[in-house]
């Protein structure tokens, strides 16, 4: 049972999605200096950098190495009136809708030489441009099914009755500008969120784009960076809260230009950031490591900005890695955090999760620290455990069916 991992980079027109693309896959793509060059979305597969994986692979001399994977999908820009098929806005919107998480790629950089779709580089309008058209496009998603579940509600059958309440309350976080997933179904409702496939109702994380040599808003102190990080650490303390609040901003106030107006369009999983330079990570891409490093310093980037978003893009969609090791090969399984271990072997076969029997466990670095595997069942380091056991990332399982 392999866990879903795609994730859709969306943004505006020319603030770097392509680009941000290429870097993290290597795979090439359009990336030219006009919007919507970006037709059709494009895959990659992504590995998930992982130095504990390389290290087991050292410490058992494995033929084969075998990292965990996140898929981008690389979609093209929207703008505003997408929900209303502008730009291609309702292909664009179907791509994004079968992704799990979005990736919201918002550009802090000023470029006169990269054409801005709204001429001036204002990030935090950005966001809101985008969340409102992924709210609107939501909003007609429930509409339509609260239309089509009239008639088995009056009818009086209990499941449709249950999901008509978490549809009506849905619509409204939505026209009070609130994503989707500010909504929490209690254990009746969950079941119908997912089948109802919103797009705002999916984990976000925001990739804010600079460029070397440019003006950053970020090393400017520019007031425009400031907004920007108020609306984070806001979206942070909401996370963190309950779901009730104070009333919110109906959807037509988001497009004033009040202070704030961002606020109401943020989730409870809307409070991640990171922040790349999709150029030079693009630029870097063929080189190896030690290469990379001296030419990122050299750019003046200090991080990596890629294998941090790979990262974050993987925490964002709950999951957690283990691994098995051996001469054969040294694998990361990808699982949701808070498996069983049955659930876990799931990751290798299927069948596993009916014939598990029992599991030896033992961390990563406890393994190496013991030099092998027969010093590690010596000491009395190797676990055996049972169905009921929780995997935690990190571990080394060896299964026994």
Partial sequence: MACSLTIGIVGLPNVGKSTLFNALTRKSVPAENYPFCTIDPSVGV????????????????????VPAAVEFVDIA?????ASEGEGLGNQFLSNIRETDAIAQVVRIFEDDNIIHVD???????????????????????????????????????????????????????LEAGKLASTITP??????????????????????????????????????????LMKFFNESKMTSEASSDGAISPTVA??????????????????????????????????????DKKEMRTGLGAHDDGTDNLIK??????????YFT???????????????????????????????????EIIEWDTLLNAGSYANARDKGLLRTEGKEYIVKDGDVIEFKI
């Fill in 186 to 227: 209690n254990e009746f409702e969950a079941p119908f969120l997912k089948l109802l496939c919103l797009i705002t109702s999916k984990p976000f994380l925001y990739v804010l784009n600079k460029k070397a040599g440019a003006k950053n808003l970020d090393e400017l102190n520019d007031e425009r960076w400031n907004e």
């Fill in 119 to 173: 001429a001036k580089i204002n990030p935090l309008k950005d966001i809101e441009v985008i969340n409102l058209e992924l709210i609107l496009s939501d909003l007609q998603t429930v509409n339509k099914r609260r239309l089509s579940l009239g008639k088995e509600v009056k009818a009086g059958k209990k499941e449709a009755i249950v999901e008509m309440g978490l549809v009506e309350k849905i619509i409204a976080a």
């Fill in 77 to 81: 820009g929207l703008v505003k009136g």
């Fill in 253 to 290: 106030s988001l497009t004033s230009d009040t202070k704030g107006k961002l606020a109401q369009s943020r989730g409870r999983n809307n409070n991640s950031y990171a922040i790349v330079d999709a150029g030079i990570e693009q630029e870097l891409k063929d080189l190896d490591e030690a």
């Fill in 325 to 359: 090791t051996g001469e054969d090969e040294s694998r990361a399984w990808t699982i949701k955090n808070g498996w069983t271990a049955p659930e876990a072997g799931t990751a290798i076969h299927t069948d596993f999760k009916e014939k598990f029997v029992r599991a």
């Fill in 46 to 65: 992504v590995a998930v950098p992982d130095g504990r994986l390389w290290k087991l692979s050292e410490f058992s001399k494995s033929a084969k190495t």
């Fill in 312 to 321: 974050r893009g993987y925490d964002l969609l709950g999951l957690i890695t």
